[in-house]
């Protein structure tokens, strides 16, 4: 593709994308095909022949887009948002534009410094403390995903823990992570890659009604094992759980890990760019004093297309120990000079792609103001549609709901029934959600947070919702 047909066909692009966005509430919410649908209407052979961009854009709107659930729907209320935004696209294809590879500095300065720079941003801007700056011990870098943040973060707390030796020997002894029933399984999957396997998972009790981690049951846990010779290499603390969105006492918590030396993580992927709001800060109560590293997704709430996940550790060097080797082919100057960073030694792969770039458009577009402005309209959403739940008597809501994400159910319904009107709700495609089990009972999660939602969609699904369950 010459630049000429590249500027003529990326128009076409740019163009189908507008339009898609401008016209997506068209679309049933959730993909409406069965298994093999899309393959089915796919080619079994690549083409031997090169085809007109023409045709890949006409098959986009005849074979992919019925396969589509529309994450930017403003009526997706599933899982968790995924926002996309216009700064973020546009980023995202000056970075494919580029086509850098940043593993080290020295393989494109820009995109490493970039990174610094946006990392330190977003630190100011959730307020996370100086120990987290790139200026100090610490630093940031952006990975794909929190599961990949917490690898690293089990990664060099096991280092820490075992004062290298785990890099040198492997795992040699006992070595434990203490986790929550609601801490998201990435970080039992990091334990296990880690080679700790599921043996070395302790589940620590959460309190039956807020679901939080209960301190009192981590210092038990803790102290027998270290009474049997077990290592405690980090604990993981959530802001903001996957299915309810609790936040696990963060400074009750890091007191018992400083008491044992334990690496505490904190895990606030969806719900830590909240703190932009200095009305949420207090989400982060106690991250300051205690946290060893700490993640968050942009790629969740904040307006930054997937994938955008940042990790911060306040000391830089185990991780850098755990996960640095030098092969010849990477020695460069700059490097040795010890005045740089290359953040391929903070992440599991070597190679990376030029991801502040979107961060970078999306902060510059938006600015704090605008972000706090997109989180706050989620939550008073949220707030608004608690309210209509809590006023019907057939339904129940549960109380706590400091985010973009309430949860709700049909207070006389099975699980079988409450799940049952998911499906219908969902089947219909005017609007996507998802569920989750608390203390064995099934709960239907609303997660509010795409940019495009309004009050009108909250208040046009919350009615869906009714009439699908049947009027009083
Ligand atoms: N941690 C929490 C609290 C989450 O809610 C999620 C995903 O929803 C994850 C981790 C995993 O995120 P990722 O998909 O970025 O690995």
Redesign the pocket.
């Given at each position: 593709m010459t630049p000429e047909e590249f500027r003529r066909h990326g128009r076409q692009v740019v163009d189908w994308i507008a339009d898609y966005l401008s016209t997506i509430e068209k679309h049933p919410v959730r993909a409406q095909v069965v298994p093999g649908q899309v393959r089915a209407m796919l080619p079994v052979h690549p083409p031997e022949h090169g085809e007109p961009y023409e045709t890949v854009l006409a098959d986009l709107d005849r074979v992919i887009l019925p396969g589509i659930t529309h994450w930017q729907h403003p009526d997706f209320f599933a899982?968790?948002p995924a926002n996309a935004s216009g700064p973020a696209i546009l980023g995202d294809l000056l970075s494919a534009g580029l086509g850098v590879q940043g593993m080290v500095w020295a393989t494109s300065p820009a995109c490493t410094e970039l990174e610094t720079v946006v990392v330190d941003w977003l630190a100011e801007l959730l307020g996370l403390p100086e120990r987290f700056r790139t200026d100090s011990a610490g630093g940031g870098v952006i990975q794909?995903?929190?599961?990949?943040?917490?690898l690293v973060a089990v990664l060099a707390a096991l280092h820490r823990a075992s004062g290298g030796k785990v890099a040198a020997d492997g795992i040699a002894g006992r070595y434990a992570i203490y986790v929550s029933s609601q801490?998201?399984s990435?970080?039992e999957k990091a334990g296990r890659i880690a080679g700790i396997g599921a043996r070395g998972v302790r589940v620590v009790d959460v309190d039956p009604e807020t679901l939080e981690m209960d301190p009192g049951h981590l210092r038990t846990l803790l102290e027998a094992d270290l009474a049997e010779g077990v290592v405690p290499a980090l604990v993981c603390a959530?802001?903001?759980?996957?299915s309810t969105t609790a936040v696990d006492p963060v400074r009750r918590i890091g007191e018992v890990c400083r008491e044992h030396g334990v690496w505490l993580h904190v895990?606030?992927?969806?719900?830590g760019v909240a703190a932009i709001c200095p009305e949420l800060r207090w989400i982060n109560d106690g991250v300051a004093e205690y946290a060893d590293s700490y993640?968050t997704?942009p790629?969740?709430w904040l307006l930054t297309n997937?994938?955008c996940?940042l990790l911060w550790v306040a000391d830089r060097r185990p991780v850098i120990e755990a996960l640095s080797i030098l092969p010849e082919f990477l020695r460069n100057a700059a490097s040795e000079s010890g005045e740089v960073i290359d953040y391929r030694d903070w992440q599991i792969p070597l190679g990376r792609r030029f991801r502040a770039l979107k961060l970078w458009s999306v902060i510059r577009w938006y600015g704090a103001e605008g972000l706090r402005a997109h989180l706050r309209t989620g939550i008073e959403l949220a707030r608004h549609f608690a309210g209509l739940v809590a006023a019907d008597p057939d339904f129940e809501v549960r109380e706590h709901h400091p985010f973009g994400l309430v949860c709700f159910r049909p207070a006389r319904a099975s699980d079988e029934e409450t799940l049952a009107l998911m499906e219908r709700v969902n089947a219909s495609g005017a609007l996507y959600l998802s569920h989750t089990k608390v203390n064995g009972q099934v709960l239907l999660r609303m997660a509010i947070g795409a940019p495009a939602t309004t009050a009108d969609h909250v208040t046009a699904a919350w009615h869906t919702i009714r009439a699908a369950y049947g009027e009083p």
């Open positions: 899982y968790f794909d995903s929190a599961s990949s943040a917490a801490t998201h990435a970080l959530t802001i903001g759980t996957t895990d606030a992927a969806y719900a993640a997704n790629h969740k997937f994938d996940g």
